[in-house]
């Protein structure tokens, strides 16, 4: 298969700034140290890293679409390409590196990324005149070990450098038999950095090796029983949160997509990624309020993630323990476990020039990023005891069936050539208008497996087609190229001093990302329209600061993947894709109270209607509408609630979010009733240099399960399963943490 170039060579740096320019006042050091330092928000980055499944990522912040994301960023520069195949998490996760973080609007994360969602802008230690180091240590009432520290300070004249470890031992809330840990993390980073001509300019380059084990999301499932209104119960002997659900022994057979080659390795093992990272940052003063920053970073990640999917029950039936032949008698857990090999490459230039006048604030921009992906998606099911680390059984005469019948593979390229203008403009007094632009050229090649998939499917497997033709899987090159944009307006009208209306609008187009490709069919569209609309009004004042919002969000040309059950328990999963769009109607009041000195107080409403709008598929020979069904995992209804006190040396803070129903299957058949997250913690700052901390997440303790049900799809009348076994995603149990800071 051929691979396109880049188009933007990323070695081009702006060499026409070697020419000798006048004293600046103010050195570029202590200016962009200010930018970072002002990117510490509080109250404002709707807490983030507080995530009630995952301590390793972002949380996502709710704009009443799914498949949105928190797309992270440093100095400017994602942190990944795209989250799928190679997440986040193997790259980013809040480090000591870090000298500051913000919240960017969907706005800002569009106009220059291409990306719908919030997006979270980190900024690295550059280092300074003067050494100094910070080490953070954290563990909690599981036995997790976090170590992360960072130094930095003056290497020669006017260079400096940075050195940073993370290292994380989590062995989780479960007790997993196989590994000591469900997350296992090394983060390693090198940066120079060289101020020259006066202090005008800086250039930083950064080396990063990462090593991950990140099981999270193949541990969080758990078996319940359901009440049919919405209720969960655990089941006897099973603890959510607590017992893990994955096989005893950790072990999974599986036939390579690529390969035929059957493989069995233990979980641990296989789940790991290794990643590579080269960063190089220039940031230019021209004087007059005029600045240039080029950032340009490679990546290779080459590993494995996967998933373990709950797909049904067989009760009261007959099979025998797959460790020893013994019989067994009873419910037995139908499973689909993924295993995703991936190796991407991730080549990203940005350039941006921004000018500040009197009335305007702009800002313009280029940007190249570039991906290389070979992901294959091999498939197993297998069988094991309704139980706390259950043992694997033999069904049917077989411990593995349906090899591939769910399988996934594409390799190619994608690549976003991209020109963008933002810019702040002060008409009036009273008038301010936010407004940008970002065209972009996409361009995408890719080999994907056009067969349908069949059990021991694999790239060169032969078999035969509904006609009886002999045929041999193999795989299709597609091209596709195309316009993206964006455009954003944002207006803002002061009626009074304190008070006035607010307002913004963002058109985009976007097209299919490379995971849209890995099925049997080619997606149903080739790109997506996308606009978000809000109206509202502003009250700021020194008792509260108040925007209150009217939302519209439409989303059409959606594409999606499921895999589905039959009535008949006998009958394997097969994979379907739907075509859907999505529209969402909303509310949103935030407010942040100071009513005194050193107490803050958060609060947020949100009342959206997602509907989903056109979703259709066929699959065993039934057509299934669920057009104007209310989006999965979406909350109609979302509270947010944050007090933070702050007194002398001490701080105390809690969070309280709470979602409304929400349905686990498209059909709206099965749904969890409204649940709470809640974290609290408190600070004691010793002296200038120490500070003692402690963190309780979920400490109401609730119990239940959220997300959608695998396999439930299908269902039209959820009360036939009132009292059934079901299994799915489970809320981080009662957990405290205590950790220490030292700054020198």
Same mark, same amino acid.
């Given at each position: ?18 020419? $000798? ?105 550059? %280092? ?41 031992? @989590?062995? *989780? ?42 099981? $999270? ?11 049919? @209104? ?23 057979? &599986? ?60 009760? @009261? ?64 099911? &297998? ?21 591939? %019948? ?44 056009? @067969? ?68 049997? $069919? ?10 978000? *609309?809000?109206? %509202? ?56 109270? $100071? ?56 701080? !105390? ?50 119990? *239940?399960?959220?997300?959608? !049900?695998?396999?439930?799809?299908? !269902? ?8 059934? !076994? ?19």
């Amino acid at each position: 298969m051929k691979h396109n170039k880049l188009l933007l060579p990323t070695f081009l740096v702006a060499a026409s700034l070697a020419t $000798t320019l006048p004293v600046h006042a103010d050195t570029l050091l202590k200016a962009y140290a200010a930018v970072e330092d002002s990117t510490k928000t509080e109250g404002n980055d709707h807490g983030v890293m507080l995530n009630a499944k995952d301590a390793t990522e972002p949380r996502q912040v709710e704009i009443g679409l799914p498949m949105s994301y928190t797309a992270v960023s440093v100095d400017g520069v994602p942190a990944v390409y795209y989250y799928w195949p190679n997440t986040t998490s193997n790259h980013w996760r809040g480090e000591q590196l870090l000298a500051g973080q913000g919240l960017q609007n969907i706005s800002t994360t569009a106009i220059k990324f291409g990306e719908i969602g919030y997006g979270v802008d980190s900024y690295m230690e550059r %280092g300074g005149e003067k050494f100094k180091g910070k080490v953070k240590y954290q563990t909690n009432t599981y036995g997790a070990q976090n170590f992360d520290m960072n130094l930095s300070g003056k290497l020669a004249k006017k260079t400096y450098f940075t050195l940073c470890t993370y290292q994380n031992f @989590d062995p *989780g809330s479960m007790d997993l038999k196989f590994t000591n840990y469900i997350d296992r993390a090394q983060f390693y980073t090198a940066g120079l950095t060289r101020l020259f001509n006066n202090d005008r300019g800086r250039f930083s380059v950064f080396y990063k090796y990462n090593v991950t084990h990140p099981l $999270t999301t193949l541990a969080n499932y758990a078996p319940f029983t359901y009440d049919g @209104d919405g209720k969960v119960s655990e089941l006897n002997g099973f603890r959510m949160g607590r017992d893990s659900y994955l096989p005893v022994d950790g072990t999974m057979q &599986y036939r390579d997509v690529k390969t035929g080659e059957l493989v069995t390795n233990n979980l641990y093992d296989i789940i790991k990624t290794r990643t590579h990272e080269a960063t190089a940052l220039l940031d230019y003063d021209f004087g007059n309020n005029l600045t240039l920053a080029v950032k340009a970073k490679f990546s290779h990640s080459k590993g494995h993630s996967g998933d373990q999917l709950t797909m049904g029950f067989y009760e @009261d039936a007959d099979a025998t323990y797959a460790d020893n032949g013994d019989a067994f008698h009873g419910t037995i857990q139908r499973r689909l476990s993924q295993i995703n090999a991936f190796c991407v490459k991730d080549a990203m230039f940005i350039a941006e020039l921004q000018k500040k006048t009197a009335n305007h604030n702009w800002a313009f921009g280029i940007n190249e990023l570039y991906s290389n992906i070979d992901y294959a998606r091999s498939t197993t099911q &297998y069988y094991h005891e309704v139980a706390p680390n259950p043992r694997k059984l033999v069904y049917n005469g077989k411990e593995y069936a349906n090899l591939n %019948g769910s399988s996934e593979y594409d390799k190619g390229f994608e690549n976003k050539l991209a020109a963008y203008v933002n810019d702040t403009w002060r008409v009036s007094r009273n008038f301010r208008m936010g407004y940008g632009a970002r065209l972009e050229l996409f361009n995408i090649g890719v080999d994907y497996i056009g @067969d349908g998939r069949f059990s021991d499917f694999y790239i060169g497997a032969n078999y035969s087609d509904a006609d009886g033709n002999s045929k041999t899987v193999g795989t299709t090159h597609h091209t596709n190229t195309g316009l993206n944009y964006v455009v954003s307006v944002s207006p803002t009208y002061n009626i009074t001093s304190n008070f006035g209306l607010t307002g913004e609008i963002n058109f985009l187009q976007q097209y299919r990302h490379l995971e849209a490709y890995s099925g049997k $069919t080619l997606p149903y569209y080739n790109h997506r329209p996308f606009i978000l *609309g809000r109206a %509202g009004i502003f009250y700021n004042s020194s008792f509260v600061n108040l925007v209150s919002a009217f939302t519209y969000a439409r989303r059409t040309n959606d594409y999606s993947r499921l895999t589905v059950m039959s009535d008949n328990p006998n009958e394997d999963p097969v994979m379907v894709g739907a075509s859907s769009g999505i529209e969402t109607m909303g509310w949103t009041t935030d407010a942040m109270f $100071t009513p005194f000195k050193g107490f803050k107080f958060h609060a947020m409403l949100t009342l959206q209607s997602p509907k989903y709008t056109g979703y259709k598929f066929e699959a065993f020979n039934k057509t299934y509408d669920f057009s104007d069904k209310t989006v999965t995992k979406q909350s109609k209804m979302i509270i947010e609630l944050d007090p933070n006190y702050t007194y002398d040396r001490f701080n !105390i803070w809690a969070s309280f979010r709470y979602y409304s129903k929400q349905y686990a299957n498209v059909g709206n058949s099965v749904y969890f009733n409204g649940r709470w997250e809640t974290f609290a913690g408190a600070s004691y700052k010793a002296n200038k240099m120490l500070t003692f901390n402690v963190n309780v997440v979920n400490f109401l303790n609730q119990r *239940g399960a959220q997300g959608t !049900i695998p396999g439930s799809e299908l !269902i039209t009348d959820g009360s036939q399963y009132a009292g059934t !076994i079901m299994a799915g995603n489970y809320i981080r149990p009662f957990t405290v943490e205590f950790g220490a800071k030292l700054n020198f």
